[in-house]
Nanobody
């Protein structure tokens, strides 16, 4: 059974940082890209970033480019999303996904003073 479990969300002030993790199991982690997607009050469902299976190539939405960094540890089957310079509009439920069919339960990020 494919499982993706996000963690690391929380409440942070504008300008702050959070580091999200996505622990994967039930499939060969090294064979799959991992995506981060968020659901925000303002824009609904929004793709955030993608990392290739080997971790050498990453892609980012314009809204987060330069502030967010995705990485992965294939030895531990974990993907990460480092979020810096957070803004109130980054508030939302953050999911990691394998393709379009397999999603975690999400972790809430709230950026507020």
């Amino acid at each position: 059974e494919v499982q993706l479990v996000e963690s690391g969300g929380g409440l942070v002030q504008p300008g702050g940082s959070l580091a999200l993790s996505c622990a994967a199991s039930g499939f060969t982690f090294t064979e799959y890209y991992i995506n981060w997607v968020r659901q925000t009050p303002g824009k609904g469902l929004e793709w955030v970033s993608t990392i290739t299976s080997g971790g050498s190539i990453t892609y980012y939405a314009e809204a987060v480019k330069g502030r967010f960094t995705t990485s992965r540890d294939n030895a531990k089957n974990i993907a990460y999303l480092q979020m810096n310079s957070l803004k109130p509009e980054d508030t939302g439920l953050y999911y990691c996904t394998r393709g379009i069919l397999d999603w975690g339960q999400g972790t809430q990020v709230t950026v507020s003073s």
